[in-house]
Each structure stands twice: as C-alpha cells, then as structure tokens.
C-alpha cells in the first residue's frame, strides 16, 4: 500500500454502565491551542517490514511511558484520516495514568522556514473521556474506531448500555 499507515490502540475502562476511553494531544507549537479534533489514540507510523500490532504497542509506550496490556485485544476496522494516512487500531480494556504521561520528544523546525530546530514531546497531555466528550475532541476520522469499540460493548454513546 501506498502512503502513510499509523498504528495504534484504543484504551477503554469500564465506568459504571458505559466506558471511558483513553486519547493523547499532540504536543509542540502547532497543537497548543487547538483541542477539537486534534486528540488522537497513541499511534504511531509502521514500514512495510514492521507488523502494525507490534507498532501499535511500541507506540503507546512512547507517548506514554506506560505498558500497554498483555492481553485481551480486539482489532478494529482500519479508518482513513482527512491527510490520506490509514490507522489500523486495537482497542484493548485497561488503565493508564492520565496526570502522568511521559512521551518521547521529537525535533521540529520552529517558526516554519526559520531554520530553527527545537526539540518537543510527541503527547503533551492524554485524558480519560466519555464517548460523547472524546467524539469532539478526537481526530474526526477516528471516531468510527470509538464508535467500534462502544458497539461491539453494546454501549451508547452517552455510556448508557445499548
């Protein structure tokens, strides 16, 4: 396939009736201020010589300086982000600090064109959210992954059970 492919995982946590799902913000000055559509699941992007699965776990950890689970996975249907780049996802029941993250740092130029290089953390912040607060927060294309994920549950979006 052509193209960028990420891979990731959808963390959930079971609260009362409904579920929580688990999102990071991208860090570095571009995203600072923005928060509708710009949180994402961990993901990170794969070669053709790597499995998806396995980046998806590599990348969680990454950005968040947490373990992802052992076991109890379930591959969600691969979704199409606006920029063309495919997600394959593995949504996976689990905890993780959200107040504590700790994510790898990247170097990006800053301002654009200025030559300037500075080093930035890939996650800034992650947070635990209902379904129907992370549907206006997460990258739109993503959305059908939570929406995946509250189905095959049998939970609604509003965390009431289906």
């Not at 300086?65 to 379930?74: F, H, L, N, S, T």
Request: glycine share 10%.
């Amino acid at each position: 396939m052509s193209g960028k492919q990420s891979a990731g995982l959808l963390l959930y946590r079971r609260v009362g009736a409904g579920v929580q799902v688990f999102l990071v913000h991208p860090g570095g000055p571009y995203f600072r201020n923005k928060d509708a559509g710009a949180w994402s699941i961990p993901k990170g992007e794969y070669d053709e010589d790597e499995h998806p699965f396995d980046t998806a776990r590599r990348e969680f950890e990454e950005e968040t300086g947490q373990k992802p689970p052992a076991e109890g996975y379930i591959e969600l249907e691969p979704v199409v982000q606006k920029n063309r780049k495919r997600v394959r996802a593995w949504a996976v029941e689990g905890d993780a600090d959200a107040e504590h993250i700790v994510s790898n740092q990247f170097a990006m130029e800053w301002p654009p064109k200025s030559g300037r290089t500075i080093e930035v953390p890939e996650v800034d912040r992650a947070a635990w959210l209902a379904p129907n607060e992370a549907r206006g927060k997460i990258n739109p294309a993503q959305w059908a992954l939570v929406e995946e994920l509250l189905d095959k549950l049998g939970v609604s979006c509003n965390g009431d059970d289906a």
